[in-house]
């Protein structure tokens, strides 16, 4: 197997857009999908600080990797969500990566801030983990991006996960989350930041194939909390169709999106938002989804959670 | 296990429903979801003639049998595609099921009027099969229905195939195809059958269950020019996330269905029909798609077939 570009031998074939390169064309080609990204949907210049959500996974520390090549400035944002053995390792993988590159980053705990990890969190709230975990992150990413002065909000989604998600709005016929799906959601509040997927164009396994060429150490094992998760259901069901027709996930994330931005030129969606009543952070309801959690979370799990303390 | 109607032993368990059935009360289950279809969707009523598009299959016969059982006045279609064994042992089905109730049917042979059978002449024409097939299926169904009085046209479409059609438009979101997908099409023209799939509530296992059940003998084999079909990879996509997730191809579907009746009270969509300058049948162009066809083969593949035969 033969670079398409250059004749040499290659190490990764890309059968969507039926191509194979060799190690310095494969990762000149994910450089050019982010910059493509960034440019080509106009995600931040290089004026703007540029907050970069870091797990300590793959995906998370490809894009912090890439961002800061190409001369952007970042600020790492990692919450520590408490969850044993696995959040040690995460953090560790972040300061690791951030010391040798001499990257500044913020760590949000949250067994300093609520006395408690995701789970028992996510217990006392009597919620899922991940739908905790999902309130309390988006929260905690944006205020802390822009106490930093970060105005972009950097997540590492790729086009596996976007299209998986996807996948599930679409078999729900989920409108309102099919209307915000997007690789840029602007900031329609001053209190809120832009946030950005700048690898939506590239493939989970480009993404996993670039972090071993360049010896990216990142955490390898899922969050705990994520397995049964219905977004591997909808993965391995994409990856099954992808098998059976390169380019179908492809397809049905870039088309969607380009009729999303025709029926945005028609009608452009305007979230009706209002300030949150106990914190003040932009919300569609009176009290807004963080408020509610920690609200529940004092008033039902706190003596449990004392204990746990 | 034990059945939810009467406690009498299950044979059948619906998790998508949450439930289970004894084999007369999973019979009555089966009936009356087709009754609902057909009055619910108003599919049609006891006074019109319906012709039923039978291949031999399971979906097809059990259509037809309930249909005569519900009191029906019917007409079995079938069309001989001319693939070898695998016709003679479809067409042989149907006529044993037919002499066996008392029901009349027509058969409409491709070997008889194009002097080959499907396989031939697909690749006469430079179509794949069940591209060709489906031009030739339904063009001719319409016509033999009106030819014999018949206004409606029913056909085996299940669940399954419903959503498995749905999820491959959805995902090269075809909105053409997307707009034409419903259990009911009228008949847009003096010259159309009205088409209709009163099966389409039921999965397809429990349509092969209950022709099991009634000792229904149908040709078990897909067609051999199915092997490979899309069809099959967006079915077994779906199985999977439908174990992940019992009900997830119902709710896709008939979410679906509830979209596009909203949508069709806003802005009906009426096909805009003339009459092919050839054969005089409504077509949305100059020529209808059989015409073409058929004018390819003559053209081109005539010879070729002339010596075939």
């Known amino acids: 197997m033969r670079c398409r570009k250059c004749s040499a031998k290659a190490i990764i074939r890309l059968p969507r857009h039926n191509t194979a390169f060799c190690p310095p064309c494969f990762s ?35 894009l912090w990797e890439i961002l800061s090549r190409l001369g952007y400035r970042t600020l790492g944002l990692h919450i520590d969500l408490g969850i ?21 980053f913020v760590v949000h705990s949250l067994r300093e801030n609520h006395g408690a990890g995701i789970t028992e ?59 915000k799906q997007s ?53 391995d069901a994409l990856n099954r169709l992808e098998d059976a027709a390169p380019g179908t996930k492809h397809q049905f994330y870039f088309q969607f999106l380009d009729r999303q931005k025709a029926r945005a030129q028609v009608s452009p969606i305007e979230p009706d938002l209002r300030e949150c009543v106990s914190c003040g952070q932009p919300s569609t309801a009176e009290i807004c989804s963080y408020c509610k ?13 004392k204990v746990l303390k």
Chains 1, 2 share one sequence.
Not at 38 to 59: L, P, Q, T, Y
Request: aromatic share 6%.
């Open 28 to 62: 000149e080609y994910v450089t050019d999908q982010v910059q493509r990204a960034i440019k080509g949907d106009r995600m931040f210049g290089h004026a703007e600080g540029v907050a970069v959500a870091v797990s300590g996974g793959k995906d998370s520390l490809v």
């Open 84 to 104: 044993g053995e696995y959040s040690r390792i995460s953090q560790r993988k972040v300061e690791v990566f951030a010391s040798a590159r001499n990257l500044p």
């Open 121 to 179: 969190i996510a217990e006392g709230v009597h919620r899922p983990p991940c739908s905790a975990c999902g309130v309390i992150k988006r929260y905690n990413m944006n205020v802390i991006a822009l106490q930093h002065g970060m105005p972009v909000l950097a997540t590492g989604h790729n086009l596996d996960d976007e299209a998986s998600r996807l996948l599930g709005n679409v078999l729900h016929w989920q409108d309102d989350y099919l209307d």
């Open 183 to 235: 690789p840029v959601l602007p900031n329609s509040h001053p209190k809120l930041v832009r946030k950005v997927k700048p690898l939506y164009r590239l493939a989970e396994r480009e993404i996993a194939a670039w972090a071993v060429l360049q010896k990216i150490d990142y955490i390898v094992d899922e969050c705990p909390n994520s397995v049964g998760s219905k977004m591997f259901v909808y993965k």
């Open 293 to 305: 959690l920690v609200g529940t979370l004092q008033r039902e799990a706190e003596p449990a959670l």
